[in-house]
């Protein structure tokens, strides 16, 4: 498997009140002091295995002091496999409790931080609700599930003063910064344009499949929380969760939060004025999914335009790269992805830039855990690599993409509103409804 595989403002009201929750007790609302404070040692726990959850659980035990105390999975065939992979990573399977329900292991006060997993519609719930108790959050990409969502999660941070980190696990990598700096340098001139692509050769959603009951040790309720109740189909559950609205919102927000982040970090922006999205399913159009295999979107802003453009099924992608962000300039363009960066010079410049090409020399999930911890201990959370307004940020806009797409129109974003300016979208696409029970929550 390659390595690509493993890896603002007031909303129109959303409700009004206090914080509503899903049933947490009442005693584990209370801040609690932590022990590891004096010892060092730091106890995790994490909920959503089987995936970068567990990817960000290993890679956060090879820092110092970190200890991992709990496991929570829907799926307790998952719970039982990583289980049996603890005693490879040194880890005594005796001091590790398993949970089903997330809640009830959010009541342990033993677990000092906890790493979320899980698919995207579970991202907001989970975050708001383990800083409620005490917890600081290591939450992946992307954030939450709508606008609202992330919104949410900055107001919970903000109130309840926890560290969360994003798993956006680029902002930590030295190449990207690097590259980065290059941009902000002006040696590339005006940049008019930034290219932002993901060309994904490998993935590929599942064939259309009958529904069916639940595999056996699938908590398949506890899957869907929030989400619409359907009958389970395995083409929706664990990998393919991604190509289906109701959960996640495909390529745009699954790579698209990584790439565009550098995109709009690079241009020094926040929100594009307006958005406009074409695609559908043009690769796959008989297998099992929602979101479109193919989009480009295109978003403006006040000096340059941003495009967004990818496609499952193909790793041929612009610069001959499967992925990256190219920063357009009248000097050179700088081309930017995993695997390093470089410059392509205009030939008729007369300001040459050079042409550098960095390669990676770290790994920047590593470093981007070692961050979390190190925040946590030293209690500055400013020095988080990807705090959780940047995860918002860039999921706000990857966002507007698919609601451009799905409403058909050139969409405009009213900033001062925090909203757009057609009140039909807004309505139909600002929040996703909560369902089986759950609300929303709300800061």
């Not at 970068?52 to 496991?71: E, I, P």
């Not at 040696?187 to 993901?198: D, E």
Request: proline share 4%; glycine share 10%; net charge positive.
């Amino acid at each position: 498997m390659s390595s690509r595989r493993k890896f603002l403002t007031d909303s129109s009201r959303v409700a009004a009140g206090g914080l509503l929750l899903s049933g947490l007790s009442p005693k584990v609302f209370a801040i609690h002091k932590s022990r590891f404070a004096a010892a060092g040692q730091l106890n995790i726990a994490a909920i959503g295995i089987k995936g970068m959850g567990w990817a960000d659980t290993k890679s956060a035990l090879k820092v110092q002091g970190v200890n991992l105390v709990g496991l929570c999975d829907v799926d307790k065939n998952v719970l039982d496999s990583r289980m049996n992979e603890l005693s490879g990573l040194n880890v005594d399977a005796s001091k590790v409790k398993i949970y089903g329900d997330y809640r009830k292991m959010l009541e342990n006060k033993d677990i000092d931080a906890v790493i979320i997993g899980t698919p995207d519609h579970w991202h907001c719930l989970q975050m708001v609700e383990a800083c409620q108790a005490g917890k600081h959050v290591y939450v992946e990409k992307p954030i939450g599930n709508s606008i609202v969502e992330c919104r949410a999660m900055v107001a919970a941070q903000k109130r309840y003063n926890k560290a969360v980190q994003v798993g956006q696990w680029q902002r930590s990598q030295q190449h990207f910064r690097d590259a980065i700096e290059y941009v902000h340098s002006g040696k590339l001139g005006n940049i008019r344009t930034a290219k932002v692509w993901c060309y994904q050769g490998w993935m590929k959603p599942d064939i259309v499949q009958p529904d069916s009951a639940p595999p056996p040790g699938v908590d398949y309720a506890g899957w869907l929380g929030p989400a619409p109740k359907k009958p389970f189909n395995a083409s929706r559950f664990h990998f393919n969760f991604r190509w289906f609205w109701d959960y996640a919102g495909g390529l745009m927000t699954d790579w698209g939060v990584h790439l565009l982040d550098y995109a709009l970090f690079g241009m020094k922006a926040d929100v594009p004025k307006t958005v406009v999205a074409l695609g559908g399913k043009f690769a796959y159009p008989e297998l099992a999914q929602e979101t479109p295999d193919t989009l480009t979107t295109l978003y403006e802003f006040d000096k340059f335009n941003l495009v967004w453009d990818h496609a499952m099924g193909i790793d041929n992608g612009q610069y001959g790269r499967d992925h990256g962000i190219a920063f357009v300039g009248n000097n050179g363009t700088l081309v930017l992805d995993r695997g390093g960066w470089e410059i392509i010079e205009e030939k008729n410049s007369k300001n040459k830039v050079g042409k550098p090409h960095v390669k990676p020399s770290e790994s920047g999930l590593d470093k981007h855990t070692d961050n979390f911890v190190s925040a946590i201990r030293s209690g500055q959370y400013d020095q988080l690599t990807a705090p959780i307004q940047v995860g918002a940020d860039v999921a706000i806009v990857a966002q507007m993409g698919n609601i451009a797409f799905r409403s058909g129109k050139r969409v405009v974003w009213n900033k001062a509103a925090g909203k757009f300016t057609d009140d039909a979208i807004n309505k139909e696409y600002l929040a996703k409804p909560y369902h089986n029970g759950y609300r929303i929550p709300v800061v």
